[in-house]
């Protein structure tokens, strides 16, 4: 029972941190306009896992189990590149929020990037989505003589939790200054998108597409093990793995550190706008 | 142009499957009592291809922290999962989705 919910709980983590950054940050930057969008993707989501978990006797059982984790992979990078678009658009729209009109940040908010919040939810939720109607499904199946409503039920308040967690710690974002509060998500984001780019390269050694370099390059399960609370928000936010791979560990700092660098290079070449005097009361 | 051409190829290209290298397959069957062997020996260093076969009727999660893998199986269907280079010592995985399954890998 626990056990179920605890499953679910870290399988629904990672989407409930993700859809609740892009939540805080619509709510915090005035753009109301976004947040439909952020739901209509986490929502499609939902239906299309449902699908999936559904045909997956038929259609998709049809297809090579290879394709179907190169289709995951595939759907990661995507969410790599849209996060790194959106969070270079933040950047730019966190200056345009100081100093100047709000309204200008929301005409910002083009069809173009509402489309792209809608498909950052959509993978983040899509992703593990997939996996939790399966296992909850064969929960279903299964679960004849546990008693499957109290097993489902244990299931579903795993994915609540998840929820919940996310919630309480985007609490906490709102006694951040709106300065800070930019930089914060900013820099959560990125590392978003490391730990999900490791992901896709994971997912591509384990089919042997590419090499794993050293297979095991350090082991840090002692102090934070994979399968611990820490453990599991640390997965969630960076990708956080015990044992990773040598090629994983490069992927991740050559992505992060080169976007952190880029994104300070463009913000120092902002002029006057970026220093605005008026700043600090605006936040405060 | 002749980017677009070249990534399309690309992804052409990674997207047919090709004959990947592996020194040795073990097959690895997913019962309702559990995985079968429930101890699988290699060889170190070695670049071994797991063919994950899930004979039960509802889907299973091959996990394995100790390895750094981890891959859902629909029923009936097989998953090869790669692990290469590993040093002696004893990997332990499991059914995420189903934790009583419990399995070692033994290297040597």
Not at chain 1, 44 to 69: F, H, I, R, T, W
Not at chain 1, 136 to 144: E, F, P, R, T
Not at chain 1, 235 to 240: E, I, K, L, P, S
Not at chain 2, 56 to 66: G, K, L, R
Request: with cysteine; proline share 4%.
């Amino acid at each position: 029972m626990i056990e179920t919910l605890l499953i679910t709980w870290r399988e629904s983590l990672e989407a409930a941190l993700i859809v609740g950054i892009l939540l805080t940050y619509l709510g915090r930057s005035g753009e109301r306009r976004g947040v439909p969008y952020v739901w209509g993707g986490a929502g499609a989501a939902v239906l299309a896992a449902l699908v999936c978990a559904a045909a997956s006797n038929g259609l998709v059982a049809a297809l090579d189990p290879d394709v179907q984790e190169l289709a995951q992979a595939g759907i990661l990078f995507l969410a790599v590149a849209v996060l790194t678009w959106m969070v270079v658009w933040m950047h730019r729209n966190a200056r345009a929020l100081r100093g100047e009109l709000h309204a200008r940040a929301d005409r910002a908010l083009a069809a173009g990037r509402l489309l792209g919040l809608a498909t950052i939810a959509f993978a983040a939720v899509f992703r593990e989505g997939v996996e939790t109607v399966l296992f909850l499904w064969g929960v279903v199946l299964q679960g004849a003589h546990d008693g499957v409503l109290a097993l489902l039920g244990a299931g579903l308040a795993g994915t609540a939790l998840a929820v919940a967690t996310a919630w309480v710690f985007f609490r906490g974002f709102r006694f951040l200054k709106l300065q800070t509060f930019f930089r914060v998500t900013g820099v959560l984001l990125l590392l978003v998108a490391g730990g999900l780019l490791t992901a896709a390269v994971n997912k591509l050694i384990a089919l042997d597409y590419l090499p794993a370099l050293v297979s095991q390059v350090w082991n840090t399960s002692w102090l934070v093990p994979d399968d611990g609370i820490v453990g599991g928000v640390l997965r969630a936010f960076v990708g956080y793995r015990a044992r990773p791979s040598l090629l994983e560990v490069l992927v991740f700092f050559a992505y992060v550190p080169t976007m952190f660098w880029l994104l300070h290079r463009a913000g120092r070449s902002v002029g006057p706008a970026g220093r605005d005097p008026t700043l600090k009361a605006r936040a405060a | 142009m002749r980017f677009q051409l070249a990534l399309a190829a690309a992804l052409l290209a990674s997207s047919v499957p090709v004959a990947r290298a592996a020194d040795l397959t073990v097959a690895l069957a997913v019962r309702d009592g559990g995985f079968e062997p429930a101890v699988v020996q290699v060889p170190a260093s070695a670049r071994v291809r797991i063919e994950v076969t899930n004979q039960t009727p509802v889907a299973i999660e091959f996990e394995s922290f100790d390895l750094n893998r981890e891959r859902v199986v629909q029923p009936g269907q097989t998953a090869a999962v790669y692990v290469s280079g590993l040093k002696p010592g004893r990997y332990q995985f499991f059914d995420d989705f189903h934790q009583q399954r419990r399995g070692t890998l033994l290297v040597e």
